[in-house]
């Protein structure tokens, strides 16, 4: 049983705020009754729920996907100026899936998407040590005594950072191609970490996050996670749950 405003928000018709409006303006119908008690809770596989006489088919099922994000895309589900958001890659539906984490506008690589609250707190909480697995092209080819010196934490304008994995994937036209492993999640994070050692990023892709890998997913696609994926992701809710 779930309570009506939030079967109501899971149909994506309003808010949970907006769906007590509703409620008390008798305009919710639940197996052909008015029902203007707040609170009112309904079974969302048995109940009739019509909202101004609409049937409503509310998405309580927990919803993700992988995207293959493009570069020239925001992070973010509404952009004020209109310019394009990665939610304009998602096919359209009809719930509100909310992305994990951010990657920059000029960033790609793997971004997910979820419903499930619980399931972005565990994978965001820094306590979770979380890995995510960058390839950057750098201008030039860091030393070993730098890659060192990044693995063990390098000090930036919010603090030292916390111990990487870093290595040379490959090297090309005069730059390499770094492989790095970081848990934490700070704002332009790899870029700084680069810059600072004198070896700007050129170009950026994230390929894993925790269980998740981006594999061949071509650029500007989408999947939804395998079923081995899935027991990674519930795994890592269960331990969070643990921990509170
Ligand atoms: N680090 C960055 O600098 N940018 C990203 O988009 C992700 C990690």
Do not use: C
């Amino acid at each position: 049983m779930i309570r009506l405003n939030r079967f109501i928000a899971l149909a994506g018709v309003a808010s949970r705020r907006q769906a007590d409006l509703l409620i008390q303006q008798g305009k919710v119908n639940v197996n052909g009754r008015i029902v203007s008690e707040l609170g009112f809770q309904v079974n969302p596989e048995t109940d009739s729920v019509t909202v101004n006489g609409r049937r409503l088919t509310a998405v309580t099922r927990v919803e993700h996907w992988i995207l293959h994000k493009p570069p020239g895309y925001l992070t973010t589900v509404r952009d004020p100026l209109g310019r394009p958001t990665v939610m304009d890659l998602l096919p359209q539906l009809n719930l509100r899936v909310y992305p994990v984490g951010r990657l920059d506008y000029d960033t790609s690589g793997l971004l997910f998407f979820t419903n499930d609250g619980d399931l972005a707190f565990a994978l965001t909480h820094p306590r979770h040590l979380v890995e995510k697995v960058y390839l950057a092209t750098v201008k030039g080819i860091p030393t070993i005594d730098k890659l060192r010196k990044l693995a063990a934490g390098i000090i930036l304008e919010d603090g030292l950072t916390a111990p990487a994995k870093i290595g040379i994937a490959s090297v090309k036209s005069g730059n390499a191609i770094v492989k790095l492993t970081i848990h934490e999640g700070r704002k332009r994070q790899v870029k700084r970490m680069m810059a600072a050692v004198g070896h700007p990023v050129l170009q950026l892709q994230r390929i894993a996050l925790g269980p998740l890998e981006l594999g061949d997913l071509p650029v500007g696609a989408w999947r939804q996670p395998t079923q081995a994926e899935l027991l990674e992701l519930e795994k890592l809710k269960q331990y969070s749950e643990k921990e509170k």
